[in-house]
C-alpha cells in the first residue's frame, strides 16, 4: 500500500475496539469511502481490549444523564445483536452487587434507585435470597442486574476488522503516527511507514490520547495517567464458586470500584482488580517502568493535586499489591473460603485514567473535536461495552458537523447525544 499517493477520506488511528468500531461503522455509512485504519502494533486489541474482564456492562454504577450511562446502556444491547449476527459465544450470567456491611446496605438502596432511574432491570435480593441464589458468597444483601454478561473482546474486534477489510477498509499495522497537521480541507500524517493525507482523521489512541491531541495542536487541560489493575484466577477447581459476576457496592469517597469476581468466557474465574498507579503507560509485567511515561506524570500538575486526597487508597492499594494476604482479604469479603493458594497468576490490564489539570479524575467518556479531527481523550470502562454506540456517535458528530445527517447505511440505530467535554460520573 503506498499510502503517500491517496487522500483517504477517513483514517482512524487507534486498533482497539473503539476504533476499530469507528472504521467498520464509517464504511457501513459510507460504502465505497477509502477509510485507512493506522495501528502500531503488530495487531489490534493489544492493549486495553486485550486486557479487560470481558465482562458487557448494563450501566448501573453511572451517574443519570452522563454520556457513560447512556451510552452504555445502549453498547449492551448492541454488542449482544453484534454478537447474536456473527456467531460470537457469550454469557448473559448477570452480576451480583453485594452488600458486606450496614453502611454498604444503605447505599445499595440508592444504587437501586439508580439503575430503576436509568430503566435497567434490577432485582433486590435479601440475604437468604442472595444465599439461595449464589450458597457459596457472603453478603448482607445484594442487587442483581441480568442483563450483565460476558464475552471475549478480542473476538468482538476481530470481527469488525474481518468485517472492515470486506468492505474494502485498509488496514496497516505497524505504524506509528508521529506528526499531525490539520489544514482547512485535510489532515496531514507523518508515521512511521510514510506520510498520510485524509480529509478527515479520528484518533482513538488509548493510553497515548492526550500525547496525540497535543501533537494535532488542541489545547490540552488533562493528562493519561496508568492505573494498573493487578488479577489473580482462581484455581480450575474453584470455577463453579458462582454463577454470577460479584461486584462491590461502591463507596463514593473512592475513585474505583475494588477487587470482585469475574467469570471469564473461558470459564475460570478471576478476582481483582486493585488500581495501583502505574509507571509505564503499556507496562503490564509487574515493576514495569517507562522514563517518558514516569517524567510526564512527575511534571504534571494534575497528578499532585489528586494524590493528598486518595493518599490513604493508593497506600492500601499498593500494600495489598505487594502482599497477596491483604488481596485475600479483599477477596473474602464476599467468598469466605478462599485461601492463598487459590490465587493463581493472572495478566495485569492498564487503565488509561484522564486527570484534569486541576487533580480531579475525568470519569465521563471525553470527545474533542476540530474542523477536520476527533479525538477520543478519555474512553474508560465500559468503552468495550459502549463501543459500538461510541463509533455511531463519533459518526453523528463527524456529519453533523459537515451539515449533513447520518447516512442510512450506518445501522446501529443510537439516539443523538451531543459531543462530551467532561463530566462527574461515579465510575
Known amino acids: 500500500m503506498n499510502m503517500s499517493t491517496e487522500l483517504f477520506d477517513f483514517v482512524v488511528v487507534g486498533g482497539g475496539i473503539v476504533g476499530c468500531s469507528v472504521a467498520w461503522q464509517l464504511l457501513q455509512a459510507q460504502p465505497g469511502a477509502r477509510v485507512l485504519l493506522l495501528e502500531k502494533e503488530a495487531a489490534t486489541a493489544v492493549h486495553q481490549t486485550g486486557h479487560n474482564s470481558g465482562v458487557i456492562h448494563a450501566g448501573i454504577y453511572y451517574a443519570p444523564g452522563s454520556l457513560k450511562a447512556q451510552l452504555c446502556k445502549q453498547g449492551s444491547a448492541a454488542t449482544y445483536a453484534f454478537c447474536d449476527t456473527h456467531g460470537i459465544v457469550y454469557e448473559r450470567c448477570g452480576k451480583l452487587l453485594v452488600a458486606t456491611n450496614d453502611t454498604e446496605l444503605e447505599r445499595m438502596q440508592a444504587l437501586l434507585a439508580r439503575g430503576r432511574q436509568a430503566g ?3 432485582e433486590a435480593l435479601t440475604q437468604d435470597a442472595l444465599k439461595a441464589r449464589e450458597p457459596r458468597i457472603a453478603g448482607l444483601g445484594a442487587i442483581f442486574v441480568p442483563s450483565t454478561g460476558i ?7 476481530a470481527k469488525m476488522v474481518e468485517l472492515f477489510g470486506s468492505m474494502g477498509g485498509m488496514v496497516e499495522l505497524g505504524s506509528q503516527v508521529t506528526a499531525i497537521a490539520e489544514d482547512a480541507d485535510h489532515v496531514d500524517l507523518q508515521t512511521t511507514k510514510g506520510p498520510v493525507r485524509t480529509r478527515h482523521l479520528v484518533v482513538c489512541a488509548g493510553a497515548q490520547a492526550d500525547r496525540m491531541a497535543r501533537m494535532a495542536g488542541l489545547d490540552v487541560d488533562f493528562a493519561i495517567v496508568p492505573f494498573r489493575g493487578e488479577y489473580f484466577r482462581l484455581r480450575p477447581e474453584l470455577s463453579g464458586v458462582t454463577r454470577s459476576l460479584i461486584y462491590p457496592i461502591p463507596d463514593p469517597e473512592l475513585p474505583f470500584l475494588g477487587i470482585h469476581l469475574t467469570r471469564m468466557i473461558d470459564g475460570s474465574v478471576t478476582v481483582g482488580p486493585n488500581a495501583v498507579l502505574g509507571f509505564a503507560r503499556e507496562g503490564y509485567p ?12 512527575a511534571t504534571f500538575p494534575g497528578l499532585w493535586k489528586l494524590l493528598p486526597a486518595q493518599w490513604r487508597n493508593a497506600v492500601h492499594e499498593f500494600g495489598n499489591s505487594l502482599f497477596r494476604n491483604g488481596y485475600l482479604q479483599e477477596c473474602r469479603k464476599y467468598c469466605p473460603e478462599l485461601q492463598l493458594d487459590d490465587l493463581r497468576p493472572y495478566p495485569a490490564g492498564i487503565r488509561a485514567q484522564a486527570v484534569s489539570r486541576d487533580g480531579q479524575l475525568i470519569h465521563d467518556f471525553l470527545i474533542r473535536q476540530t474542523a477536520r479531527m476527533t479525538h477520543v481523550c478519555n474512553a474508560p470502562s465500559p468503552a468495550a461495552t459502549s463501543a459500538i454506540p461510541i463509533g455511531r456517535h463519533i459518526l453523528d458528530g463527524i456529519f453533523r458537523r459537515d451539515g449533513a445527517a447520518v447516512p442510512s447505511g450506518a445501522t446501529t440505530a443510537v439516539a443523538a447525544v451531543p459531543l462530551a467535554q467532561t463530566s462527574t460520573a461515579l465510575q
Not at 151 to 157: A, E, G, I, P
Not at 286 to 297: E, F, I, Q
Open 120 to 122: 435497567l432491570e434490577v
Open 151 to 157: 464475552v471475549d473482546y478480542r473476538r468482538v474486534t
Open 286 to 297: 509487574k515493576l514495569s517502568v517507562n522514563a517518558r511515561d514516569l517524567w510526564d506524570m
